[in-house]
Nanobody
Framework: QVQLAESGGGLVQAGGSLRLSCAAS????????MGWYRQAPGKQRELVAT???????NYADSVKGRFTISRNNAKNTVYLQMDSLKPDDTAVYYC??????????????WGQGTQVTVSS
């Protein structure tokens, strides 16, 4: 099993910044993707950014140029630096970890979510 502990959410004015952290513990595979998703009220959960086991960072178009994902493999921690925040970024942000058994088979884990609210 894998446990994910998120922190860093909160209330910020438009144009401000927040940094989310997610520390993973338990059975962490060396081959894993770590990332962030978000879900706004009345909307489906969507990908924000992922950092793949191959070392590639991927972003949703809506956050490119404003958000930066990074990871510390020694600490099994993934970060999301969010700059130039907009009211549309308001959502619950979820940490996600995929432990890969093969290219297409993986175990998936979710954090409990952290609220990010951007006021206009």
């Amino acid at each position: 099993q894998v446990q994910l502990a998120e922190s860093g959410g909160g209330l910020v004015q438009a144009g401000g910044s927040l940094r989310l952290s997610c520390a993973a513990s338990g059975r962490i595979f060396s081959t894993n993707d770590m990332g962030w998703y978000r879900q706004a009220p009345g909307k489906q959960r969507e990908l924000v950014a992922t950092f793949t086991r191959g070392g590639t960072a991927n972003y949703a178009d809506s956050v490119k140029g404003r958000f930066t994902i990074s990871r510390n493999n020694a600490k099994n921690t993934v970060y999301l630096q969010m700059d130039s925040l907009k009211p549309d970024d308001t959502a619950v942000y979820y940490c996600n970890v995929r432990n890969y058994l093969s290219n297409y088979n993986f175990y998936e884990y979710w954090g409990q979510g952290t609220q990010v609210t951007v006021s206009s």
